[in-house]
């Protein structure tokens, strides 16, 4: 890859479906300095599939692999029996062992349409957390206060509201921040949800005396509804292991709104154009559903192939 080729992929990684980038100064040198990143990405198995929404920090990954960096998948079977709290106004019912374990027999198939699978780490958190003794999970809760980990929105509603907040739950981004000490984590990816229990790793590391890792956090992506976050439980999903003609259509019916928005998040369409779909669709001489079609054709192609896109 030569010097130019290079600096474009960096330019995409860091500027395109971005909401935080932290240290930013600190991941450019990073990426500018030739050595091997190690880039963490954690998945928690509470759900049998994979929608689009769920790929936006995929990408990211795929995109630091094809800079020459080193993927590490986090494959939360043990956090997955407590559940990430973000967002909810509820505790998460617990899953059980077998409930995981389904969970995650397609998901690596289904991850590996997305990011080069074989040249991907693979841990399962249960691979530190199942030997950790009562004196290091001791150790690692004295990392945090209970004040810092209830300052986020979910907590301080739910709490609000008297809603019951699991002591599983407050120690979850703990547990997830763990993860990175346990991989010597330089960079995180995550949605822009996660950027609390991202934040949690850096200071984690650092209470463990180690290099705090880099942020990347995504767009959360709004569904075929064109408002709620895209969601198995709102109904305006677009799965990426559905037909090619069921995802084209789902494709086709999203609002004319996000067209841009989802070229830039789901697809490895060039910026320039991009910017010439953008310029079309503001002028109004193009029909935004000519342009919404070579969308669909450019997702289809990715999960399934060209002939599919093409038909």
Avoid at 181 to 196: F, R, S
């Amino acid at each position: 890859m030569n010097d130019k080729s290079k600096e474009e992929l960096i330019g995409i990684l860091l500027n395109r479906a971005i909401s935080n980038l932290i240290v930013r100064d600190s991941l450019e040198k990073r990426l500018k300095s030739g050595r091997k990143l190690k880039i963490k990405f954690g998945i928690d198995p509470t759900a049998p599939d994979i929608h689009l929404g769920h790929t936006v920090p995929l990408l990211k990954l795929r995109q630091f692999q094809n800079l020459g960096h080193q993927a590490i998948l986090i494959i939360g079977d043990f956090t997955a029996r407590i559940g990430d709290p973000t967002g909810r106004i509820e505790s998460r019912k617990p899953l059980s062992e077998s409930e995981v374990r389904k969970n995650m027999e397609n998901y690596l198939k289904q991850v590996a349409r997305v990011i080069d699978i074989k040249k991907t780490k693979i841990h399962y958190n249960s691979e530190w957390f199942n030997k950790m003794t009562a004196r290091g999970f001791l150790e690692l809760t004295d990392k945090a206060t209970v004040q810092q980990v209830t300052k986020r929105k979910d907590f301080q509603k739910r709490i609000k509201e008297d809603t019951d907040i699991t002591a599983n739950e407050i120690i979850y981004p703990l547990l997830q921040g763990y993860d990175s000490v346990m991989i010597k984590a330089d960079v995180e990816i995550g949605g822009e949800d996660q950027l609390l229990n991202l934040l949690m790793g850096r200071r984690i590391q650092r209470a463990y005396k180690m290099p705090e890792q880099d942020i990347l956090t995504t767009w959360l992506i709004e569904g075929t509804d064109g408002v709620k976050k895209m969601s198995k439980s709102f109904g305006n999903y677009i799965g990426i292991t559905e037909k090619p003609s069921v995802m084209f259509g789902k494709v086709m019916s999203v609002p004319d709104s996000l067209i841009i928005k989802y070229f830039k998040a789901l697809t490895a369409v060039a910026d320039s154009d991009i910017n010439k779909f953008e310029i079309e669709l503001n002028s109004k001489k193009t029909n935004p559903r000519d342009i919404k079609a070579k969308l669909a054709y450019e997702i289809v192609k990715i999960y399934h192939d060209e002939s599919d896109a093409k038909k």
